[in-house]
């Protein structure tokens, strides 16, 4: 089964004739040409905060913009409370936290800092070992934070087969199931492995939705790692309609690096448009590796991401 077209077949079909442009937009990222000015063409615009778009531009913005503290885990090692205090006169309405962030900054403090900050908090990542070791823990914690979400950020190697992410999903049903009677949603992070073809001809992550209760795990998905795992995002969104909840988005270049949003490819407008089919309620941005200053990085793609229209 193939759900999309590696990144360099994407960008041949991007650079392509103007008659092609409606099946490369399908793609979820932006449009783009080597051809110069002509009669016909203007000028190409210069480079600026706001997001370019392949598809239509509407008139609708995102009203919250939240950042995976994961981008600033440096700083916030160092210093959790200036960290936040940044982060929220950028402009940020929201965090998503992981669990190793208590170490700097224990939950009771987190939310101290937080409601003096007026920051509030969606999401928590904790890995599985955790869940599995500490699961009343981090209940706990997430209750005092205020999050909603406990989100699996990601799965070892030893993980990633056939068999094994077919036993996750009842695995991640459970979970999710007394998670939820606790008041909380379980949701699962993805990366590009999730779109690797198993032996059974079958996507990983097709195999680990189909044996895991849509109510009990939503998907968190992010963009980044699922073009770069070769997915299809809008024909993803019609598939699993509902079941995303939440995503990360950050930007890939035309060499498949990620870059600060904004300043690639990925066609986010087209994306957020489909929120309606997608199910997705929070936009999160976070990057892996941010060059420094990393302030300036995440300013960059907020004001990229509070500037885009879909």
């Not at 190409?44 to 995976?68: K, M």
């Not at 190793?100 to 908090?121: F, H, I, P, Q």
């Not at 995002?233 to 060499?255: E, Q, S």
Request: net charge negative; with cysteine; proline share 4%.
């Amino acid at each position: 089964m193939n759900t999309g077209f590696k990144m360099s077949r994407r960008q041949m079909i991007k650079i392509g004739a103007a008659g092609m442009a409606a099946s490369g937009a399908s793609l979820g990222l932006a449009g783009c040409s080597d051809a110069g000015p002509s009669a016909d063409m203007p000028p190409a615009v210069p480079p600026s905060t706001e997001v370019s778009s392949g598809s239509a531009v509407g008139t609708r913005t995102l009203d919250r913009i939240g950042l995976q503290l994961y981008t600033v885990r440096e700083m916030f090692d160092k210093d959790p409370i200036g960290t936040l205090t940044a982060v929220r006169e950028i402009g940020y309405d929201y965090v998503e936290s992981k669990d190793s962030n208590y170490a700097a900054l224990d939950a009771k403090e987190t939310r101290r800092v937080l409601d003096d900050l007026g920051l509030g908090v969606e999401s928590v990542h904790v890995g599985i070992d955790a869940l599995d070791n500490t699961l009343a823990e981090q209940i706990e914690n997430a209750h005092i934070i205020g999050a909603e979400y406990i989100t699996i950020p990601w799965l070892a190697e030893s993980y990633r087969n056939g068999e094994s992410w077919k036993r996750l999903g009842g695995k991640f049903t459970k979970l999710g199931e007394d998670l939820k009677k606790e008041g909380l949603q379980l949701a699962y992070h993805n990366h590009d492995f999730e779109f690797d073809v198993m032996e059974n001809g079958e996507l990983a992550f097709d195999i680990l939705l189909a044996n895991t209760d849509p109510n009990a795990m939503k998907v968190e998905l992010d963009f980044y790692w699922a073009v770069k795992g070769g997915a299809n995002i809008p024909d993803w969104f019609a598939k699993y309609k509902g079941r995303t909840r939440l995503c990360h988005v950050k930007d890939m270049d035309v060499n498949g690096e990620m870059v600060n949003v904004g300043e690639g490819t990925i066609d986010f407008a087209e994306l957020i448009a489909l929120q309606d089919v997608s199910g997705i309620e929070h936009y999160i941005v976070e990057h892996d590796h941010p060059a420094e200053p990393h302030l300036e990085a995440i300013e960059i793609s907020y004001k990229a991401l509070k500037n885009l229209k879909y």
